[in-house]
């Protein structure tokens, strides 16, 4: 069951790179959801990153096929499917495998875990192409969570020595973010976003790649959503980060840098402001022991390289075991972090509705606010 | 069930900070396993940090009674369930909630969540109490790991501007990083551990605390264990560590700085070596694609600093809606990072159980390793 | 995880018979649940039929140590565990075992399963004393399901060839239910109770023993409850009830007898009544594909015979693979299905309360009820 | 997540009976695991009853398209998935719903659960159509089984009167049971399902419908397979057959029966046969205490008679809360039983490969079956 996740709201995606079709399936969905059709389309194109130098040479429609759940475009209460075909797979590019592994892909272990029997070409059901039904998940969680007034957006921090100005945690700019969609890569500066594409570029042109951060933001997540430890806010989100290929660290709030703190100065004091509890600051990140707080949701993803590049590398041929030089060509993506922009905001909108749905299954029998 | 996890090997933990005990089940356990009990009770004992002047004054003794699960010290495949009492328990420290609740703790979220109606006295199920029976189930995966030839040990890679050498992530001194134990704080670099120990004396005369950063490795782990997406191994291992009470960063590998790599620098080349093959670096930490390569697994974990302080803070009152001072009393770690270190190897430890059970359930039908 | 079940709330039994205690965790209750601590009590107590000249010489306080999850007998939405002590055990019974299994127990498939670990002294975790925390864990729910306006009874329908008046399925007499658990076998008509208990006894004074069917109730249970297929209120009641020791059959409503009807005699017509949708009859027992309908839900629970018999019986010598005779003492009730009545209850309970939790987590966005 | 099951191999269908298709996502089967489609393609063709005049109008190809999860048909590891076309829908006959709620039918609660969301279509989800790809996924389960060297196999046993031969608990005719599946009804004495066939057919002409009974077996099944409670074989199993739509009762063994038994009746008993242990009779159905025996599994399955019948019958309009009558056109099975055949062999299939997948991870860690 390495492809599903979620007690309360379950996904499950399906699919090879190379196969006839990728999809997904979403179960625990309430009844009652209308789905913008237009929007979430528009959103799963978004992680397509068309016409884009910096993209895959890869051309697929990615239209999903809905196949249930939806009756006049609102959500019954039943899973929903959709189906993505795939249409231009060149699986010759993949000939070496599984004999001769790709450093810093999964093809080594995916042979010893499967004794062979995996269907790496494209790399299989491990590929990015899987974020695509992930994705078209990410934008029906997005719109459940619409209608709570919870909106979610992100943009590239750093690629290549270039930095965008990071997130105002306690107030994340969400129209800024969302006019930065436009970008071939999403910054708040968009010089920032300038030289991170021409710092791709050349990477590419030395037939190398690139990683980065992507930095995201919820706002309007309600109060008291999530619990202490196993279904914490963090590890529930973080779960689903860590399921994107290439993430290779997460961090909630000031992260890494909060271990470099002091007490007086990580705490997010509390004050009234109209009539509302809220604290001056936001180091926590929207999430104090896995509970949200009410405050803006910010976390930060690092993507590693992509490791499909064209220069000459060391492998192995399992087959003889001898050591052998291997050069790859397939179609790539030199920096992942840029498409996969619309994957972390929807690792965090489904994380986000599992928790909220799970808020509702476990309510409190009687509220008594008053007494508080 | 913010308090279980596992899908083949659960972990349900319970109990409050002040309520009567604290304890833990594990199911799905195989049978057989003979327990080194007195082994065990010196792993849970780790975590108590006793006679430090670095740690709470809370005195437990930390004795598990082991009520079901073993018959002569040995597994009988049957849920292993072990409780703690609590004796030391200060609870008119807590008077203040849950009407004023703490900057950086749970307080005000859990009490919204729970509508009042949850435990909050010293942090009630909160509390790194709860880390305990979780060490306990740690130390059980452990003794279950040491059977297959896994070994689990970290240290205390930075606290307040001191900082340990890092791991040689191709070889990690195991032995060293065992025989580190005995120091106060679990260094490499035995100067560092008593730089941080003085940083964390210092925090604690000035009523303020630290944060820290915690290194953990795992050798010996089969290559082939993991699945792609929800069930990859930085996902399951990310849950497991994100669960513990002031993690809010974790990284595997190269982590954070492998984002601002080229993928000809971040890639680990394979080589046969010993009619084994292996990699000639270990920038992605033993994991690829969430699936285990036979190299050490590497991850770090960030805590941030304790929120309870003796300075006073700015908080609110929940039931007059106004703004309030507040200075924390209560017994407390100035800085969580150092007990946590047996904290974060059970979270390792737990995880590879889970994927190597996991790994046993779905194994091939029948390897042909040979026509790799 | 044999010993958990349930996906919004999670229950956890763990224990042997003759280990030092059994018990159970609920993880998932709601906060804010006032726990009528002496009702409980008195409900766990039923399944204990002290005094019986028809049960168990095993004499046991069963009074629960709650240890977590309540303040103030208030749920506070964290797990809730509660320890029953073992004291009255008699190991010395069972050291046929695990060379000689007993003919219609688990012994033998327990001993394969296990290669020989598992503890079967007085049946070990397969004991009939692991519904002890079961019963309180259904006692919980029953108290839960109590504030919706839900009421669960049962009764022995059929012991050694004497029958009681079988429930109206349309309006069962629930306060009648009530009254009976008074007697030593509850029953709707005292006579019949009094037959199955002159059948029991004559059993047992012959070394044999009876099986039994219990028959149970649950009204005021809302309509829409449940789900199609999986999740179905039948498969999670189901589930719950063949999951007590000694079930072997299972039937809703009509059950086996609506597989010799026609559709014209088998479905319920609806009607309104007092504004209200009902059936004008029950063949459904309250349940229609999954999900309830509001009418009363009704089921039947087959009991085999216990066992465990003072007759030689046939067995074999696992160790030496011989065949061999076999004299079972231990102490056993001559009659499973006597006591299993609250057992039965719980079941209901429990089942009900997962789906009712399901459906508060999975309800529409928006009620357009009025567009019906 | 009505629509899925499963701890170790999870199963999701999905679809509605006159959305564009339903389908299925295996997760958790083992790589390696050869497909004969051909006789998955005749498996899932049972269960059309083509031709027959006791079968539904509508005419659908049932081919399934394998979207993922097989490689030269060759199981991967990764999710299986397939997809069946809808094409032979007319909605038009269901243009009384969701106002007039058919009796017997799911569509008053299912109205009421979604607030009247639900597609209900030809019972849209609901529908028998949906086992269509859940007998797909038990015709996997099945050539898994296979591969150790299980075989599942079933008859009608009873309907309208008419009654087949029982099955020989110790002993089940396989081969017997096979050839019956040529049969229009598949009966051990052919003239038993000649008289059931007489029988739906005049129900039919009546416009009424009709129940029955379906009694499965499956041999070879290993010892120790199972738990006791929660994942107990009987419990996992009865989950899948409660799950088929219009199933009322299930028992195992001598299931209702046994309730009538005393003890030295019902036990079976050990003996040494060819060197291994047997029962020298099968009350038990191969299921002692939720485990395995080694002996065959017996299941019977009793299914309600078809709700939609032509004869005028009594409901409501939800709108208009009045009475009022209605007469179901659409086209339906006169007798659900018969095609409900390779659904229960599914059921089993499913729950035997699940019971089958768990005892695999948690096999003990090393057996000493010397020492027993």
Redesign the interface.
Known sequence: ?????G??L???????SH?????V?L???????CIDIAALEAFVQRRAARGSAIATGRRESDIP?I???L?DN????????A?FENSDTHSSDYGFL??R?R????D????????????LRGS???SGR?TLPYVFAGGVAMQ?LQ?IGVQIASHVL?I??AEDTPLDALAPDMDALFAAQAQQIPTLDADAGERMYAAILH?KQEA??????VEVAASGFP??????????A???I??????I?A??????????A???????????????RG?Q?Q??KN???GL???????MPIIARV????????G?E????S??Y???QLLTVKGRHDPCV?VRAVPVVESALALSLCELW?????????????E??
């Open positions: 069951m390495s492809s599903r996740i007690r309360a379950s996904i499950q995606i399906f699919g090879e196969g006839s079709a990728v999809g399936t179960d625990g969905l309430p009844a009652g959801l096929r196949i249930s759940g009756l609102v959500t019954t209460g039943q899973p929903l499917t189906v599984p004999d592994p450093p810093g892909h999964a080594y272990p995916a042979t010893i875990k499967s004794a062979g029997y995996d269907d299989g059901h491990h899987l459940l209608t750093r290549g020595g990477a190398d790649s690139l990683g980065g951060v109060v008291g959503m999530g619990s202490p430890f196993f279904e914490g963090e590890a529930v973080a779960q689903h980060l860590f399921s290929p993430v290779k660290g997460v961090e909630f709030g000031a992260g890494f909060s271990s470099a703190m002091r007490g007086s100065e990580y705490n997010d004091p509390y004050q009234i009539g509890v604290t001056t180091s926590a990140g104090l022991g896995g509970i949200s707080t009410g690092a993507f590693r390289p992509t490791p499909s590049i220069k590398q060391q492998t192995v399992l087959g075991t001898t050591n972090a749905l799970i808020s509702r299954g476990d309510a409190p029998l009687s509220p008594q606010a007494e508080l």
